[in-house]
């Protein structure tokens, strides 16, 4: 009951992500317009970023739409989830969770059906309690997973032993709510290690950041190189992240190989979404 109440629409989720990103890259290899729909069930938006005080109370809507010819039913549930010193997240009933949300949410309705081409809108309640509790960042997940009926199988060469199981593919999507209430620090995201890394046939460079405040931070990650010879600069992919108190986290970010080999200053940034404020890392490393 346990695997299949948090376990599977978690790995549901994770099929999704993979799906889409799929469906994206093959639209724009054989040229599709972007202007064309595309046919699929979409939720928006994918994440809240919530700043409300203590006793304050809030309505959000979250939108499904079931752009496809068949009807669709989804159950709608909140969880809390933790998180270890390096990421790895563990999911957990409503109130269980060490920084939990999910016992001040409520939401209505908790099942959606919708019809071909039909379009609906899920609303959660949050209400920040008036007590010291609600000083402190809180977060948890809503999953909105298909519901879909077990079909029966009548197997060939049946006999008494015969037990038939049956596999219903189906998917889930994860709303993240991150809360933090004005007196939380959100800046306080510091570098614990920047290093350049050449083994196993790649080139990447690491920064490995830790969230040493009281409250979630959103920031933009990027690294800059510089050819010290040429004077040739280069961006690096741009990520952006969530960082939970406590949490450490890892960056990769891959060199490509159409960089030329030579000496190089790599600076490191972490961009705050909320702050003037930047932290930043410098190295010299060479390419060879």
């Not at 729909?37 to 079931?66: C, R």
């Not at 995201?189 to 890394?197: K, P």
């Amino acid at each position: 009951m346990y695997l299949k109440n948090y376990y599977t629409p978690l790995v549901a989720l994770l099929f999704l992500c993979i799906t889409v990103s799929a469906q994206k890259k093959d639209t724009k290899e054989v040229g599709i317009s972007s202007t064309k729909k595309t046919s699929g069930v979409s939720v928006s938006p994918a994440h809240f970023h919530l700043n409300l005080k203590q006793g304050q109370s809030k309505v959000y809507d979250i939108t499904i739409n079931n752009d496809t010819p068949a009807t669709k039913s989804f159950d709608v549930n909140m969880y809390d989830f933790n998180m270890n010193g390096r990421g790895q997240s563990s999911f957990l009933p409503v109130g269980e969770g060490e920084y939990s949300l999910s016992e001040w949410v409520n939401i209505s309705p908790t099942f959606v059906e919708l019809k071909p081409f039909e379009k609906k809108k899920i609303q959660f309640t949050v209400t920040i309690p008036n007590t010291e509790a609600g000083k402190k960042a809180a977060w948890s997940i809503i999953m909105i997973e298909q519901q879909e009926a077990r079909k029966s199988l009548d197997p060939n060469n049946k006999t008494d032993n015969t037990v038939a199981l049956g596999v219903v593919p189906t998917f889930a999507f994860g709303v993240f709510v991150y809360q933090n209430p004005p007196n939380v620090e959100l800046n306080q995201v510091e570098f614990v290690d920047f290093v350049y890394d050449d083994t196993n046939d790649s080139k990447r460079i690491s920064i490995v950041a830790q969230n040493k405040g009281d409250g979630i931070s959103y920031c933009t990650s990027y690294i800059d190189l510089t050819n010290l010879k040429t004077g040739d600069q280069q961006r690096l992919k741009v990520k952006k992240f969530t960082i939970l108190p406590g949490l450490i986290r890892d960056f990769v970010f891959e060199i490509p190989d159409s960089i030329k080999k030579g000496d190089y200053i790599a600076v490191g940034v972490l961009d705050f979404e909320n702050s003037e404020e930047i932290q930043a890392a410098k190295m010299e490393f060479s390419i060879n």
